[in-house]
């Protein structure tokens, strides 16, 4: 069995937590994971080996157990223990619904995220809006660690073109865990504004308000950010047979 640390808390299903604001379906566990375990991860993702690490203009990011080529997984090896405990036991550990023993993986080919994108966004650092595409089950279980800051969903107008303002806008604490489904995942896009600080956080404008673990912090209506790494759990539809088979040389350490 799992041993919880006491500061966490888990609902007793996904249900319970789950963002009423939005279109079905996507859920916000504030604490998720404990203080010791969130220093922990961030020790494993500063001090992994250079190599893991990719250089964007703004931001940087890890892949495990590796990139993807042409939407396909082709290293095969299971996740690190670092990445899988406590944090994958426990996604599959909390059912859907109170009445039901399903998690949020069943239905995806794998039945479990097989794939962790690792991005450190500094303060003044985002992502600009997009879908997340075919090669993953449309199940994206994202991790804070260290600063919150807010995601943005995003709809495209009707002459395809995107409408620039935030359709809806998610707060993420450190040691939260947010999960999007379905029609967020397919018909909205999702970004992370480059700023330093989120203005008009507020009651009115953040979804997932009545779940946020210390809403009083933000009482001014700001979040000044610190550095925030994020982990996002996906299933890979496609893994390849010959993965297993690909000697060192085509693997990151
Ligand atoms: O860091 C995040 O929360 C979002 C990352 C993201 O959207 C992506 O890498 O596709
Ligand atoms: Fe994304």
């Known amino acids: 069995m ?22 079905p379906a996507a859920y916000y566990i504030p604490d998720f994971i404990s203080e010791a375990e969130e220093a922990a991860i961030l020790h494993k993702v500063e001090t ?4 893991r690490w990719r250089q964007l203009t703004h931001r940087r990011l890890q ?13 095969a090896r299971p996740l690190p ?46 992502i600009m809006p997009h879908k997340d595409g075919s090669a993953y089950h449309p199940v994206v279980c994202t991790v804070s660690l260290g600063s919150s800051l807010c995601l943005n969903l995003y709809k495209n107008k009707e002459d395809g073109a995107l409408d620039p303002v935030p359709v809806w806008r998610i707060l993420q604490e450190p040691r939260s865990l947010l999960i999007t489904t ?13 700023i330093a600080t989120d203005i008009d956080v507020l009651e009115q404008t953040i979804a997932n308000w009545d779940l946020l673990r210390s809403p009083s912090l933000f009482q001014d209506g700001l979040n000044q950010r610190q550095t925030r790494t994020s982990l996002t759990y996906r299933d890979v539809l496609k893994v390849s047979k010959l993965g297993n088979k690909l000697g060192p040389m085509f693997k990151r350490p």
Not at 48 to 51: F, G, M, N, Q, T
Not at 81 to 96: A, H
Not at 183 to 194: C, N, Q, T, W
């Open 182 to 194: 379905a029609e967020l995942y397919s018909a909205y896009l999702h970004g992370i504004e480059p």
């Open 81 to 126: 223990d670092w990445l899988e405990e406590p944090i994958t036991k426990r996604i599959l550990s909390i059912p859907i619904t109170d009445d039901g023993e399903a998690n949020i993986f069943v239905g995806s080919p794998h039945g479990r995220p097989n794939h962790v994108l690792i991005n450190e966004y500094p303060p003044n650092t985002g």
């Open 48 to 51: 992994a080996p250079k190599a």
């Open 2 to 23: 799992d041993s919880i640390p006491s500061q966490i808390k888990l609902p007793r299903s996904l249900e319970a937590n789950r963002i009423r604001a939005l279109p």
């Open 63 to 75: 892949t495990w157990p590796s990139d993807l080529v042409k939407d396909t997984l082709l290293d």
